[in-house]
Each structure stands twice: as structure tokens, then as C-alpha cells.
């Protein structure tokens, strides 16, 4: 949004960016004794409320918005926010670019237009989960998966607005998805996006975060997050590098995040994950090799890339 006039009243901090989209988080201090001011959307614009309610006004009418409820803006539009009911508010606001939208709509069933005829969807249950992942970027600016984020709500705007049928899993669907799960392999602990591997399948992103949540029953980043973590705990129980240089190599590019992941996948942190697979403590049978190898389990299930220390941006 272009702030004309609102600027000793809002605060905006960027939280995540990438091609055709970005999110921030605004800040509004405004009650019913302040002024009420034009402003314009530079993009389209989908806005999670987390706090607060305001009345949004622009050509298709005024709505009240509420906490869980979406903002629905078009690019270019004017509109003006009032607190006439209460002070302040605070959202995450995702903007995007006309061309993404379109490659969003493209991909849904049913969903032939871009634009806005409303400005609000309420807060339904269904948005919930999209709501929250919103507060959680919040909390962690530039959080890996913010991507996914930003497409799933681009799609849920759309589809709540120009709702359309599921369409059915085809063999195609299957076909292109296991092509997506080999790339994320052979490339696990490497910087990948979702638009790297969509422009490898050729496909579009919010095509392939779609159908790949609806064939393999997670998201891309969330499939690949789990795969890490899998490797860096088989890397743990061989009980031969630092814990730091487990997370780098495991495509993690920072110690707590790759700490607090672990422990939420695992119920337990790296270190004590390690201290109960050494021999002789209770957590002994997890280090054992099922093949009878003789080799690091991770050696024979992955190509690791060593020296890799960037953040994947999933």
C-alpha cells in the first residue's frame, strides 16, 4: 500500500520477498479522533488481520474488518481505512504482482478473473491455518517457506472469491510430482526454491504447490524440511561431527532454527537426540544400520554436498 498520509500512525516492516510477491507486516495506530486518509494499493493485495478492527472503504463498498478475516485490494485501487470503533490494528499484508495472480488463477478450477468484487473474505474456519502461518512469518521475518505462504494465500483469495471444483489427481499429476520428489532429492541440501523447481518440471509455482500438496499430502518446503531433518538425524547418530556442522551440511543456514525444527520433529534437541544413540544407552537400537552395511546410513541414502552453508529458501 502507498501511505499518503498515515506516516506519524503506521508502521511497516518488511518480513519476506521474492519474484512477483512480498509481505509486511503494518502497523496502525489510528483511532476514532484521527483523520481518515486516501491511500492506493501499488499491487494487489491480500492482507491478513491479526488485530484490531477498521472499516475499509474503496469502489465495491465498506466493509468491517475483523481479526481472521482477509483484506481483498485491488492494484491501484483507492481506498481509505477508518477507526471509528476502536484503535489500531495490525496485519500482514501479502502483495502481488497482476502477472502472478494470474498465473494463480490459471491454475484453479473454475476461477476465470483476478479482480475483487468484494473486499473481504470473514473469518472462516478454513483460513485459519493460513492466518496462523501468517503471525508465525511475524515472528520470524524471512522464514523459509514464506513463498508457499504468500501462493496459498494468493489461491485462497481467489478461490474464496471465484470458488470452482477440485480437480481429480490424474496419472500426468502423478507423473510430474514423483519428477518433482527426484529433483528435491538428488538437490536436498541445496538452496531450492519452489520457482526452481517449478521452472525445472515447467510448471508454475502455485501449480506445483497445489498438485503436490494434493498428491503427496504435504507441501514442497514442508516435504523437503522433513527429508533434512531425517538426514541430519541420521548424521547425528553417527556421532562424528559437531552439531553446527551437521545443520550447515543438512541445508540448514542457522543453528537455532535447525534446533528448534529438530526438536519439534523429534520431541528432543540434537544433542540429547545424539546422547541416546550411543551404545549402550537406552536409545541404542536407533543407531544400529538395518542393512548390516557396515556404512554411515546417510551415505548409502544420500548424495551429501559437503561445504554447502547457505539457507534454502525451500
Known sequence: MADLGKVDLTTVRPLASGDGWRVREILCRSGPKDPVFEEQHAWVSVSAVLSGSFTYRSRNGRVLLTPGALLLGEKDASFCCGHEHGVGDRCIAFSFDPALMEEVAADLSGVTRTDFPTHRLPPLQRLAPLIADAQTLAEQPGLRGAEELALRMAGAALSGIHAGSARPVTASDE??????????????????????????????????????????????????????????????????????????????????????????????????????????????????DPNGSGRPPWKSSFPVLSGLRNSSSG
Do not use: N
Not at 190 to 212: I, W
Open 175 to 288: 507423473r510430474r510430482m514423483a519428477d518433482a520428489v527426484r529433483l528435491m532429492e538428488a538437490r536436498l541440501v541445496e538452496p531450492l526454491s519452489l520457482g526452481v523447481v517449478a521452472e525445472e518440471l515447467g510448471m508454475g509455482r502455485h501449480h506445483l504447490l497445489r498438485t503436490f500438496r494434493k498428491v503427496v499430502g504435504e507441501s514442497p518446503y514442508s516435504y523437503l524440511l522433513g527429508r533434512r531433518l531425517i538426514l541430519a538425524a541420521e548424521r547425528l547418530r553417527m556421532d562424528g561431527e559437531r552439531i553446527t556442522d551437521v545443520a550447515f551440511a543438512c541445508g540448514f543456514g542457522d543453528l537455532s532454527e535447525f534446533v528448534r525444527r529438530f526438536r519439534a520433529r523429534f520431541g528432543v534437541t540434537p544433542s540429547a537426540y545424539r546422547s541416546r544413540a550411543r551404545p549402550g544407552s537406552a536409545g541404542t537400537d536407533v543407531a544400529h
